[in-house]
């Protein structure tokens, strides 16, 4: 399945959960994920069905002010 | 509550006047509110400047910091001679000298030990300013139990992010559904390890004042629920819808 992250193309396999791919990828927490512009929550993140050509967003915390 | 504006208050605020979304209804609503703004730095300085330009009735501010030299290159609301001195009280001092007409008050406390249940009690909404993530933590909740809006902003290095939540509806997010596992971050970035472009902060800032004064005078014309990105190197700014994460310890939101 091909996916985006971040706005680069990723080939992953059919049975990878939205965190495990991200992880792959190398996100390290914390972080925000998004799929298609959609926030996903956090307790959602293994159990997100991905689907061919979704466009997934790692969002890093900003703190400073 | 006041129903009209003064000769002189026609005329500091006759830009707004002329405007069909703001009017004198507009500007009475605008006399009429309460902004708290927490954290008088990068952010801060900003909202305070226009909040108290703009006419806003009563300003809050809560800050506990004094002013050091390295503040200077982005907070705007100081100048060389105010090193040293609260920050707090010199916002105030300084929204006061821009604006005689408004009530301003000065905190220069912690937020979390300066009653803020109690603070914004008659809050229209609250700003947060502020610069780690326990007191992000701690003004959400807060904001979240009393049912007031909340601005938040935050900026460091080239990155900016803007959220707003209006806790009068159900169904909102707040931001710890959005970032749940902060905690343990508190040696994270910071603009004192990390450093910021100091114009970045008068963006989010000023977004942070222009929603407060959206909010106050078109509430339907403001975006909430929504996280904008803001990258100022590779110009790319992005926008997510927000949902609420029906997981989320601090809302519980009752349904998705």
Known sequence: MQLKINGQTVEVTETKSLLDVVKEFGASAPFALAVNGQFVPKSQHESWNLAEQDSIEILSPVQGG | ?256
């Open chain 2, 1 to 256: 509550m006041q129903d009209k504006l003064s000769d002189q208050e026609a005329t500091r605020y006759s830009r707004h006047l002329l405007l069909s979304q703001i009017g004198e209804g507009g500007q009475i609503k605008l006399k009429n509110a309460h902004a708290v703004v927490v954290g008088a730095g990068g952010l801060g300085s900003p909202v305070c400047l226009y909040l108290a330009a703009a006419g806003v009735g009563k300003i809050t501010i809560i800050d506990p910091d004094t002013i050091e030299v390295t503040n200077l290159q982005r907070q705007i609301l100081y100048k060389t001679n105010h090193v040293g001195r609260e920050k707090a009280q010199m916002a105030a001092n300084q929204m006061q000298a821009l604006n005689p007409l408004i009530q301003v008050q000065a905190i220069g406390k912690k937020v979390e030990n300066c009653n803020f249940e109690q603070v914004i009690k008659d809050a229209t909404a609250v700003l947060d300013c502020t610069d780690n993530v326990s007191s992000r933590y701690f003004i959400n909740q807060i904001c979240v139990q009393a049912q007031v809006p909340l601005i938040s902003a935050a900026a460091i290095r080239g990155e900016g992010q803007f959220m707003m939540f209006n806790f009068k509806q159900q169904t909102s997010p707040c931001y710890h559904c959005v970032f749940p596992d902060l905690d343990g971050d508190e040696a994270g970035l910071n603009c004192s390890n990390a450093g910021v472009v100091g114009p970045l902060l008068g963006l989010m800032g000023s977004k942070q004042a222009l929603e407060f004064v959206k909010y106050v005078v078109k509430p339907e014309s403001c975006s909430f629920a929504k996280l904008t990105v803001i990258d100022i190197w590779s110009e790319q700014n992005r926008q997510f819808n927000l949902a609420a994460d029906p997981a989320c310890p601090v809302c519980t939101a009752p349904e998705l």
